[in-house]
């Protein structure tokens, strides 16, 4: 069974620094886009990040541009999310998504939750001010 395994949760101070892992259970993500999103209480799931399977190319969404970076390790198939300077409003349920259909989209197609058709449980970012 495939599956996305979040990691590297936790509560930090405003101003701080956390390093989210995604970790997946098969090779067939290699080549897939590997995006993350968050969802803060009362809110939807909204896109945070996404990489594309070469690792060349890389969507932020405006709140964390300058301040976010994701990267990813074919080798050993994790997708990490260094999140700097965080802030109150970066509070939230991280999620690891996973596009493994192969197909070549758009940047915005990839900031939508229904291009990914994997999803982890989702790793606790709790920022205090």
């Known amino acids: 069974q495939v599956q996305l395994v979040e990691s590297g949760g936790g509560l930090v101070q405003a101003g701080g620094s956390l390093r989210l892992s995604c970790a997946a259970s098969?090779?067939?993500?290699?080549?897939?886009?590997m995006g993350w999103f968050r969802q803060a209480p009362g809110k939807e799931r909204e896109f945070v990040a996404a990489?594309?399977?070469?690792?060349?190319?890389?969507y932020y969404a405006n709140s964390v541009k300058g301040r976010f970076t994701i990267s990813r390790d074919n080798a050993k198939i994790t997708v990490n999310l260094q999140m700097n300077r965080l802030k109150p409003e970066d509070t939230a349920v991280y999620y690891c998504a996973a596009d493994s259909s192969g197909i070549y989209a758009s940047e915005s197609y990839h900031q939508r939750r229904g291009a990914y058709n994997y999803w982890g449980q989702g790793t606790q970012v709790t920022v205090s001010s």
């Open positions: 990489i594309r399977g070469s690792g060349g190319t890389t």
């Open positions: 098969a090779r067939t993500f290699t080549n897939a886009v």
